[in-house]
């Protein structure tokens, strides 16, 4: 028996010291694209079924565990959630409430992996489990989590949509809800939490969903030619009534990588409203009456282009209502006739507001419900009624707002408010005696730990003198002695804002002596449309010279120092961080990229790499190349140059995000890279693109691999290794 602990430990030692020199299999290839030799060294590794290529990137996998597993205090963020979700008691999410008051949620306990279906006839009334994700295919284990939740317009049936390892493709089932009878019939093949949901029929006797007909998420047909299929509860599920795709309507030209999605928004309309999704936030839409569509009819009509720019549709009666960023890069809600419809000349009912960007309106009996967001980081309501405009005050000072209503023929509004230490409360406003009532389905726990924490807004100047906003969480007590370790968060892409939300894992970072950081670079939509363009296919590099602004602020301002700063993004938030790492690798002192954008210039051989054309733009446009050549991170890494320490993850099941991506650039950066720091490759056998997809425990376990790497890169005592892992 001590002969094979000794073989065993001998492997294990020279696993471990000989990692450096276990360099991935590379066969380059040459491509020209006008005029401009590229080189991929490492091509080969995009094929993931190649043997050589799987057992490198498992043998990568298998370091980075060791290593990680090293850091003292590696676990304590996972422990420390526990702890906090076991105070809170439960959480909840994915709130819907029918227009006769009944709540369906998915709830977690916090001794839970994953959440479970729970219904209550009245926010007052007793609360009944309705599902539990393990029981679906039980016998394959308890891999399913629940990702969605549609009820009918009556509350009487709900479809439930479920899937496993982070692959976001779904099966979904129908139950019925006073029996909890569930459905033979499984609908597969579908997205519903990321592209159109499922949208119910007036009568409540089927639904609108989007089929994928190429489910591997590795085929380069993944994503495209996808159709919206109406189906009718009790019939075959595989007897596909396409009713709105480029294959079904070859006349309205749906491009193959867009998904044609139908909007519902309530029972009484009299319209459909189809819509070909793609990553641009102004798209094409077209309109059909129901009766049409449900009896066959393929009479779809054009009701707007995308050059209108109008966002955020709903429909009531014979009003269109909208908020348009035509002319109006803040936006500016408005209102059309569905007879006549005018929409790049509407009626304006609240014009676009200077230094505020208009971000969601709710219908209701009394009038409209409006939220703006300034920078981003903070939140105001106000309510237009009979051609006015009211400023409503807030409980507290939000960063963010949701609100949520039961729609036009209802006085019912609830407000979420939340900020990045103000834990997230719902309220149910009253306009007659202007008072807000907590009506909060999670318990309100307190958290003394964070009573020293604050919260600072401010601004970095960038390259070009544009004011870049700056979220700053940390310890009020602490020293500016550029001493600190921090921890910069970015995105910049989509016209995606990164609203404050209380966030516990940066309040974490936080307590334990950092400072947080949300950069709001340009590519988002903090600051309305022009933000948006600010950081779009060649103004991209706007976004990773912000962020890099941000981290010289930082250091002007005696926060921190150079090597001090640990930057992390994810998705499309890999550009930003890989190109200001590959920019200025001596400003860093760690990298962290998780499913990350970084090789563009391949991007549109994913599955979904059509939809990214919009966003970054196209190989096969001269002008559009340059500007996604500069922004690929993968070849931008060169030989011999000394780059900060770098934890590389991802999902090998992600459908977004080809996980290559990421194991081609951490190939690349081993081989030429100069120093002697750690460079982790950290791929999830059992997860995607990560978020919802994946069960809370893993997500905890993620981020506390990812705030280990980073304090023990930045210094902090409490999690330096007894040994000398960089070397």
Not at 47 to 56: E, G, H, I, S
Not at 558 to 564: A, R
Not at 584 to 603: K, Y
Request: aromatic share 12%; proline share 4%; charged share 25%.
């Amino acid at each position: 028996m001590k002969n094979i602990i000794f073989i065993i430990t001998i492997l294990f030692t020279v696993n471990f010291h000989s990692q450096k020199i276990n360099l991935a299999p590379n066969f380059p290839a040459t491509n020209q694209y006008f005029g401009t030799k590229i080189i991929d060294e490492y091509r080969n590794l995009e094929d993931l079924k190649d043997l050589q290529v799987d057992n490198w990137m498992k043998s990568q996998t298998d370091y980075a565990n060791l290593i990680l597993d090293k850091i003292p205090n590696r676990n304590y963020y996972v422990e420390k959630r526990l702890e906090l979700d076991k105070r809170q008691g439960y959480s909840i999410s994915d709130l819907k409430i029918t227009s006769n008051d009944k709540y369906f949620y998915l709830k977690r306990n916090a001794e839970e992996k994953a959440s479970k279906l729970y219904f209550k006839a009245g926010f007052n009334e007793r609360e009944e489990l309705l599902y539990d994700p393990y029981n679906f295919k039980s016998k394959s284990g308890n891999n399913f989590i629940i990702n969605l939740i549609s009820p009918s317009w009556d509350g009487n049936k709900i479809a439930i949509s479920l899937t496993e390892k982070g692959k976001e493709l779904s099966e979904v089932i129908i139950m019925d809800v006073e029996t909890k009878y569930i459905h033979p019939e499984i609908i597969t093949n579908t997205n519903p939490s990321n592209i159109g949901g499922i949208k119910w029929l007036e009568d409540n006797s089927g639904f609108f969903y989007v089929y994928y007909p190429v489910i591997e998420n590795n085929s380069e047909q993944f994503g495209k030619n996808t159709q919206s299929i109406l189906y009718k509860i009790g019939t075959d599920p595989k007897k596909l009534n396409d009713v709105f795709s480029n294959v079904n309507n070859p006349e309205l030209k749906i491009g193959k990588d867009e998904l044609p999605a139908i909007l519902v928004f309530n029972p009484k309309d009299k319209y459909y409203i189809g819509m070909p999704v793609g990553a641009e936030n102004f798209r094409n839409a077209f309109i059909i009456d129901k009766k049409d569509l449900l009896n066959g009819e393929k009479n779809w009509k054009v009701l707007y282009h995308k050059d209108s720019k109008v966002f955020f549709i709903r429909l009531s009666e014979d009003n269109i209502y909208f908020l348009s960023g035509y002319n109006s890069p803040n936006f500016k809600l408005c209102r059309t006739s569905i007879h006549n419809p005018n929409f790049k000349n509407p009626e304006v009912l609240v014009s676009q507001k200077k230094d505020e960007v208009i971000t969601q309106y709710a219908l209701t009996k009394d009038g409209i419900y409006y939220t703006t967001s300034k920078n981003g980081v903070e939140a105001k309501l106000y309510l237009y009624k009979n051609k006015k405009e009211t400023y409503i005050k807030l409980p507290f000072i939000a960063g963010n707002i949701n609100l949520q209503s039961k729609g036009k023929n209802f006085s019912d509004i609830w407000v979420n408010c939340s900020g990045w230490a103000n834990e997230e409360q719902r309220f149910r406003y009253n306009l007659i005696t202007n008072t807000f009532k907590p009506e909060n389905l999670t318990p309100v726990a307190e958290y003394p730990e964070f009573k020293n924490i604050v919260v600072e807004e401010t601004t970095a100047k960038s390259h070009d003198g544009v004011e870049i906003p700056l979220s700053l969480i940390y310890n009020k007590n602490i020293k500016k002695n550029s001493t600190a370790s921090v921890l910069i968060d970015c995105y910049g892409a989509y016209g995606i804002s990164r609203n404050p939300f209380f966030a516990k894992s940066f309040l974490l970072w936080a307590s334990q002596g950092g400072i947080m950081a949300i950069a709001h670079v340009r590519g988002g939509g903090e600051k309305g449309e022009e933000w948006r363009l600010g950081g779009y296919k060649e103004k991209k590099p706007n976004s990773w010279k912000d962020l890099i602004a941000c981290t010289e602020y930082l250091i002007k301002k005696k926060f921190t120092s150079k090597k001090k700063i640990a930057i992390w993004g994810g998705s499309a938030g890999g550009i930003t961080v890989g190109r200001a790492m590959t920019k200025r690798p001596d400003l860093f002192g760690a990298v962290i990229v998780e499913a990350g954008v970084l090789n563009t210039i391949r991007s549109e051989k994913n599955g979904i790499g059509g939809t990214d054309v919009s966003e970054y733009g196209s190989i096969k446009d001269p002008k559009e190349f340059k500007g996604i050549l500069e922004m690929d991170a993968y070849l931008h890494i060169k030989k011999g140059i000394k780059y900060p320490a770098t934890l590389i993850s991802t999902g090998i099941n992600d459908p977004r995000i080809a996980p290559w991506q990421s194991t081609k650039f951490a190939a690349k950066l081993m081989a030429d890279d100069a120093s002697s720091h750690p460079i982790l490759l950290k791929i999830d056998y059992e997860g995607g693109h990560g978020g919802g997809s994946i069960p809370i425990f893993q997500r905890y376990s993620d981020l506390s691999d990812i705030f280990a790497f980073a304090f023990w890169q930045l210094g902090h005592p409490d999690y330096q290794p007894k040994e000398n892992l960089d070397k």
